[in-house]
């Protein structure tokens, strides 16, 4: 079964039987991170969107371990631009059958742009099944109703979401998500990197559970299994 650990912000590490992947790995120069860009041991990098804390250190993660970048077809482009090796360029609604699992891509209402202002694409949700289970990744986004979709086509185990408001959904949208998505586990994310986003996830869990969902705050640096 996927062993997930959170490494803070929206960076997730997913271990399973044919794979290791990271998710969007912000990790220098993130205050929540609980490890560092050298340790961090893959086949795959996923990147949602361009902005800084989710590209991070995706191009430095990826040439030393010569992993795959999975990601938006600009994205991708931008990454092998930067002298990635491996990169395999996708599209929202696009899905793909990889050895570790399936990827499909997913609408999230956001922006996206590199760091150094490079135009990057659409930005992204992932929808990740290996090893049997499903995990949603909503990336950075608003609230929208295609989620009530998503959640009807696909039994999700786990969905990751942000709550931290400002740039992304703030708690109570992220609830509405929640019932919208119907996953068997919620967890929290997005949340007090900054001081603009400096929300208690013990309050979305609140609310969340008292709808009759299972919630959970995961510390960063800590693990669970589907």
Known sequence: MPKLTFLGHAAFLIEGDKGRLIIDPFLEGNPKATLKPTDVQVDYVLLTHGH???????IAIAKAN????????????????????KVHPMHIGGGYDFPFGRV???IAHHGSMTPDGTYA???????????GKTIYHA???????????????????????????????GVEDAVKATEFLQPRLVVPMHYQTFDVIAVEPEQFVKQVTSKGFNAKVVPPGESFEI
């Open 52 to 58: 800084g804390d989710h590209l991070g250190d995706a």
């Open 66 to 85: 010569n992993a795959t970048v999975i990601a938006p077809f600009e994205l991708a482009t931008y990454c092998q631009n930067q002298g990635v090796e």
């Open 104 to 106: 499909k891509l997913t």
């Open 121 to 131: 694409g659409n930005p992204c949700g992932f929808l990740i099944t290996m090893d």
């Open 139 to 169: 990336g950075d986004t608003g609230l929208f109703y295609d989620m009530k979709l998503i959640g009807e086509m696909h039994k999700i185990d786990v969905a990751l979401l942000p709550i931290g408001d400002n740039f992304t959904m």
